[in-house]
T-cell receptor, first 114, second 114 residues
């Protein structure tokens, strides 16, 4: 079974621009979550989508948004980029059930904002 | 307010010996705990998990112990191998309604010396 895939792997943008990152979950997984990893803040939860609906949200500004499509693929968008948005953005997928569900991570997208 | 804490930023052990990585948490609503291993510029790889109804879970060389009264869990790796050298993250989930939302510790860098 293929793992979680993320595109692109690397991205360089300038302040004020916007960016869209893509994530394809493991086949059959219906939940997709996004995380931001920075050296100072560690791994922080952004949001989770399940069946095209946002199910959970972290403490990030509204510039960070996402969506999920009917095939469970998800995109994350960051508008009006700031220098502090430079980070590794990780996507994770899980079956989405209410039991002891395990999240599996993709390789991440390294975003650099200049 | 850091709900999941890994107080040791780094740990160094000799090949063949036991590695013990520790994690403390403050939120009594956490009911599921996971350990991930991460190499630089890659996504976290799932290692092992434990639900709050258990106090021990074992998978090959990896064992996780949970002490709910102390709000403490630990990951034991026996025997340690040089390939285990990586950053280890402890993560927790607060209830089945938050299956897609993990709270991570800051990570512990494990170095296994040959």
């Amino acid at each position: 079974k293929a793992g979680v895939t993320q595109t692109p792997r690397y991205l360089i943008k300038t302040r004020g621009q916007q960016v869209t990152l893509s994530c394809s979950p493991i086949s059959g997984h219906r939940s997709v979550s996004w995380y931001q990893q920075t050296p100072g803040q560690g791994l922080q939860f952004l949001f989770e989508y399940f069946s095209e609906t946002q199910r959970n949200k972290g403490n990030f500004p509204g510039r960070f948004s996402g969506r999920q499509f009917s095939n469970s693929r998800s995109e994350m968008n960051v508008s009006t980029l700031e220098l502090g948005d430079s980070a590794l953005y990780l996507c994770a997928s899980s079956a989405g059930g209410r039991g002891w569900d395990t999240q599996y991570f993709g390789p991440g997208t390294r975003l650099t904002v200049l | 307010d850091q709900q999941v804490k890994q107080n040791s930023p780094s740990l160094s052990v000799q090949e063949g010996r036991i590695s013990i990585l520790n994690c403390d948490y403050t939120n009594s609503m956490f009911d599921y705990f996971l350990w991930y291993k991460k190499y630089p510029a890659e996504g976290p790889t799932f290692l092992i998990s434990i639900s709050s109804i258990k106090d021990k879970n074992e998978d090959g060389r990896f064992t996780v112990f949970l002490n709910k009264s102390a709000k403490h869990l630990s990951l034991h790796i026996v025997p340690s191998q040089p390939g285990d050298s990586a950053v280890y993250f402890c993560a927790a989930r607060a209830g089945s309604s938050n299956t897609g939302k993990l709270i991570f510790g800051q990570g512990t860098t494990l170095q296994v010396k040959p």
